[in-house]
């Protein structure tokens, strides 16, 4: 979203996460993500890259406000994530991966 490109830009967001499927987990500490939002692009590195079982699983080592800072609970961040498409059972399929974002 908008918000989230604003806020990974500022550092206000300091964890970018995806579904773990094969393409994101091949992500690793070091490399370089290019983020896009329309004609605006800003790159940052990956400081560590984590795979979790779960979002209760993430949830032990990071707090929701660091990977949604517009989230409040955990339930609030369950819920951005149900509202993509096929991103649940995705989730289920392939757990996640959290990037701490430098």
Do not use: H, W
């Not at 984590?50 to 409040?72: G, Q």
């Amino acid at each position: 979203s908008v918000y989230s490109f604003g806020a990974l830009r500022r550092g206000a967001k300091r964890i970018e996460t995806r579904a773990a499927t094969e393409k994101y987990r091949r992500i690793r500490a070091g490399d370089m993500l290019v983020f896009v939002c329309g004609k605006k692009k800003f790159e940052r590195k990956v400081g560590k890259a984590s795979v979790f079982r779960s979002i209760n699983a993430m949830l032990r080592k990071y707090r929701v406000k660091d990977i949604m800072p517009d989230r409040f609970s955990k339930k609030e961040l369950e819920n951005a994530y149900n509202s993509y498409a096929s991103y649940k059972d995705k989730i289920q399929q392939f757990g996640l991966v959290a990037f701490e974002i430098r």
